[in-house]
């Protein structure tokens, strides 16, 4: 964070700083009591109990609130500013500290890749740029100040996920980046216990232009069903599109499945690009595609950004190859299951498995999807089938509700567990040589690491 006067801090929240509110730095700001220490403000949300001894040991330390607290007579009448609104006088901050820097910020959302495009891009940039970028998938609300922070005078560019599981989440977000440039990767049903409608789950995503004030560069996916009838019609900034689609401004024109990795040729401005990117699946390649126009809107050689792609390494556990004794292939995909994730896995594991594979798919509960959660689970225990998937196993009692439908549809062998322990010793048992297992679950994510840390031989 970059160090600040708190009169300037005061004077962007419309108040008027004391003699005694002059001079003084701020290293710190933060509405976490456990991050107290000397040169902080502390913004008091949720009526919290204010740790005034600890503070009483520190240099400097300020609490802006909205309420009184207990004890608040034993600090010094200018520590405590007392505001009407917190969450105003909040958002009035992270708008200064935000607009303090000139830079380009990139905000991610979609259902799914905004983690792998996020990750794409801060590759291509970091050998040449300072990078400040969100940590692997955190990219829940709460962690959003400490992103925002992290800008300081020698970011050259940010790159944030911005993730929406309720109604504002996206607003909220753009309160924090004023986001220059947004990519919407793709959508499809997910949240729907928190957002009710599907309608609406669209609706807020696509709330980034509105965060975006409705100018700068917005990148959006071409193929995707739901993207390609939102209204950009109030967008006033430039629109550039990736995916197959004839018009799209880059054109994916071909893929090749390789061993470990995608080849695939992109057309620009009527030029051919050649790529590569380690991991399979063609949405990795949307990814790709995603990262690289957002290369490019910052002014990145597309040739530069393709080679820099070319060494980007995934993250774990998201279609991860993992080589086993006997020729066993374990594909471990368990980052996230919603139905997009699950089809995407289910489909890339068909391409890539030979005729002489068994396909085990191993299923834990997708994420929470509200009154769609019945449909849902059955498109996807159908898909099961229809895909020709060898043996399901399903785990958890929400996961066998993928079973029924996966049996209707073709899969002659289903097996149910509760406990891990259930599923190791099955597994002792039933592994042939040359078997390719994959798994995916959006819940009981640590009983899923032991499985796959046992067949490994590591526990």
């Known amino acids: 964070m970059k160090t600040l006067l708190l009169e300037n801090i005061l004077t962007a929240m419309n108040i008027q700083p004391t003699r005694k509110q002059k001079g003084i730095r701020i290293k710190t700001v933060t509405d976490d009591r456990s991050e107290i220490s000397s040169h902080t403000l502390y913004f008091r949300y949720n009526n919290k109990e204010v740790p005034v001894e600890k503070i009483k040991r520190y240099k400097n330390v300020f609490i802006v609130t909205d309420k009184p607290f207990s004890d608040m007579d034993r600090l010094h009448s200018e520590q405590i500013i007392m505001v009407k609104d917190l969450k105003d006088s909040f958002y009035k901050f992270t708008s200064y500290y935000r607009h303090l820097f000139n830079i380009p910020v990139v905000a991610i959302t979609g259902t799914c890749g905004k983690s792998t495009t996020k990750e794409m891009l801060k590759h291509i940039l970091e050998d ?137 040729w992109v057309e620009y401005k009527q030029n051919d690009y050649k790529g590569y990117i380690p991991g399979l699946g063609e949405h990795n390649v949307y990814n790709a595609a995603a990262s690289l126009a957002a290369a490019a809107s ?74 769609y959660a019945d449909e849902e689970y059955e498109k996807a225990g159908h898909l099961v089938g229809d895909l020709g998937i060898d043996v399901l196993i ?22 149910h567990f509760t406990e891990v322990d259930e599923i190791k010793n099955f597994f002792d048992l039933f592994l042939l040589p040359n078997d390719i297992v994959y798994f995916k679950t959006a819940g009981n994510g640590y009983d899923f690491d032991e499985i796959i840390d046992y067949l490994r031989g590591e526990n």
Not at 156 to 168: L, P, Q, R
Not at 394 to 415: L, M, Q, R
Request: glycine share 6%; charged share 25%.
């Open 394 to 415: 399903t785990k958890g009692s929400i996961a066998k509700d993928f079973a029924k439908p996966a049996i209707e549809a073709g899969v002659k062998s289903h097996y």
């Open 298 to 371: 910052l002014g990145v050689d597309l040739n530069y950004a393709l080679k820099r792609l070319s060494t980007y390494h995934h993250m774990g556990s998201h279609f991860q190859i993992i080589k086993l004794r006997n020729q066993i292939t374990l594909v471990d995909d368990t980052w996230k299951s919603n139905p997009a994730s699950l089809r995407t896995g289910l489909e890339t594991l068909c391409k890539i498995a030979s005729a002489a594979q068994r396909k085990i798919v191993v299923l834990g509960r997708m994420q929470a999807l509200g009154k």
């Open 128 to 264: 040449k740029h300072n990078v400040q970028a969100t940590i692997s998938s955190k990219n829940a609300d709460y962690y959003n100040l400490s992103y925002l922070l992290g800008i300081d005078e020698d970011t050259d560019v940010a790159v944030f996920e911005t993730a929406v599981s309720k109604i504002g989440d996206m607003t909220q977000s753009c309160k924090y980046f004023y986001p220059t440039i947004g990519i919407l990767t793709m959508i499809d049903v997910d949240h729907t216990d928190q957002i009710r409608s599907f309608d609406d789950y669209v609706a807020e995503k696509v709330k980034i232009m509105e965060g975006m004030n409705n100018e700068g560069t917005l990148i959006l996916n071409k193929d995707d069903p739901y993207l390609s009838t939102i209204d950009t019609s109030k967008f006033k900034g430039k629109i550039i599109t990736f995916g197959k689609n004839k018009n799209a401004i880059f054109r994916i024109k071909r893929i090749q499945y390789n061993t470990s990795g995608m080849t695939y």
